[in-house]
């Protein structure tokens, strides 16, 4: 379709497809799951360290951990696949983070009701940026540095900050060399819209 079509919705509506919505469909066992976590936890801000084939690799992880820690006086919480939750559990028992916490081990279902009630999300470029856009979240966005692919995935919501990598490539899960400080400086410029 991008041979003929800007976007995938310019292409559904030419095909006559315009009665869609973009809402989710979360199954009730999975809003009664999570609705006792939510009322005692605020979700304020979301820190989504991979997806698919796109990773924060571990030393960037904890290098950006700490500056969002010592600098931002929301809880942070970060959402973990399955593979890497290990990885992300040792990271936060081997660093004294004050305002760090995983949340509970989450299906996709379970990812789309904490981002749904959540301010800020942080993500590579994942499925939960786009689920985040139909919920017109806030969103800081870490993209490789793949023009045509930034352009045409970017959020489609009202506020959001992008963060690309410095290095240009035709990898579009390559998120390469991150600089932590413009993270911070981004999501400061989110917190205060």
């Not at 995938?8 to 009664?32: A, F, R, W």
């Not at 696949?81 to 660093?95: A, F, G, H, V």
Request: glycine letters at 2%; hydrophobic letters at 35%; charged letters at 30%.
């Amino acid at each position: 379709y991008d041979k003929l079509f800007n976007t995938q919705e310019e292409m559904v509506n030419y095909l006559g497809l315009n009665l869609y919505n973009k809402k989710i469909y979360l199954p009730e066992y999975c809003i009664e799951k999570n609705k006792e976590y939510l009322q005692k936890n605020e979700i304020k801000i979301i820190f989504n360290t991979e997806g698919n084939s796109k990773a924060i690799e571990r030393k960037k992880i904890i290098e950006i951990l700490k500056l969002l820690d010592e600098n931002i006086k929301e809880k942070i919480k970060i959402i973990s696949t399955p593979q890497r939750r290990m990885e992300i559990e040792k990271i936060l028992c081997e660093n004294n983070f004050i305002n760090v916490e995983l949340l509970p081990e989450t299906s996709f279902y379970d990812a789309v009701y904490f981002i749904k009630n959540c301010e800020i999300l942080i993500s590579p470029n994942t499925s939960l940026i786009h689920v985040a856009s139909v919920y017109n979240k806030k969103i800081l966005g870490i993209y490789s540095n793949v023009k045509w692919h930034i352009e045409l995935w970017k959020p489609k919501v009202d506020n959001y900050e992008l963060i690309i990598s410095d290095i240009e490539t035709e990898d579009t899960d390559d998120l390469g060399e991150i600089d932590s400080k413009k993270i911070l400086i981004a999501l400061e410029h989110l917190i205060e819209k």
